[in-house]
């Protein structure tokens, strides 16, 4: 069985300093990687992705994500985060035998507060 | 990408009744899935809407709790039934977006149950 694991559930921050959320998956096949962010009261958001190729991936809103297959990571950052930045952030991975159902399972969440 | 919307957005029920969950996509989608959300947690699968058939559900989850129908391509309903305030979650279907994997949400059906 595939997890995933999110170690910070909350995630305190000054405005434009930089951040790091950390990810962690466990499978012994290859994986598709994703970050989704979901603002107060919305759904959630493609942040980014990993498929293959790079391993230094590039989102939307200034994020960024490196693949580590050596250490089973996924650690999404920004190197200057703003107030509007403040929300939950979901790692989420599906395996590639798995693509047929393309169902994801999701991390537990890191809630990211930018304080002013 | 894939516009989906659900209805109702939110809603207060009490124990012991249903509540069905309609999604809406703008473009037929071959896999449908719903999520549940329960407060200040992650997401976790309920069940892939099939069309044709029977919805294949997640462990810990069951048919006769969570009736799912997917009469077309573009269209799902889920029903809560015989609620009781464990139920309450935010409640949300997601389509898959072709060969990139990415899935799309609809923004969630926030269920209280009194």
């Known amino acids: 069985a595939q997890s995933v694991t999110q170690l910070d559930s909350q995630v305190p921050v000054f405005e434009e300093a930089p951040v790091e959320l950390r990810c962690n998956y466990s499978?012994?096949?290859?994986?598709?990687l994703f970050w989704y962010v979901q603002y107060p009261n919305q759904g959630l958001q493609l942040l980014l992705k990993?498929?293959?190729?790079?391993?230094l991936v590039k989102g939307i809103n200034g994020f960024e994500a490196e693949f580590n297959k050596s250490q089973t990571s996924f650690h999404l950052r920004k190197p200057s985060v703003h107030i509007s930045d403040t929300a939950e952030y979901f790692c989420?991975?599906?395996?590639?035998?798995?693509?047929?159902?393309?169902?994801?399972?999701f991390g537990s969440g890191t809630r990211l507060q930018v304080q002013p | 990408s894939a516009v989906i919307s659900q209805k109702p957005s939110r809603d207060i029920c009490q124990r012991g009744t249903s509540l069905t969950i309609q999604c809406q996509v703008d473009?037929?989608?071959?896999?449908m899935f719903w999520y549940r959300q329960q407060p200040g947690q992650s997401l976790t699968l309920i069940a892939t809407?099939?069309?044709?058939?029977?919805?294949?559900?997640e462990s810990g989850f069951v048919i006769d709790k969570f009736p799912i129908s997917r009469p077309n391509l573009t269209f799902s309903t889920l029903t809560v039934s015989n609620m009781s305030p464990e139920d309450s979650s935010i409640y949300l279907c997601?389509?898959?977006?072709?060969?990139?994997?990415?899935?799309?949400f609809g923004e969630g059906s926030r269920l209280t149950v009194l």
């Open positions: 499978s012994s096949v290859s994986v598709y």
């Open positions: 989420a991975v599906i395996r590639l035998e798995d693509t047929g159902r393309r169902a994801l399972t």
């Open positions: 809407a099939n069309q044709g058939s029977e919805a294949t559900y």
């Open positions: 990993y498929l293959s190729g790079s391993t």
């Open positions: 997601s389509v898959g977006g072709g060969l990139d994997r990415e899935l799309f």
């Open positions: 473009s037929q989608v071959t896999m």
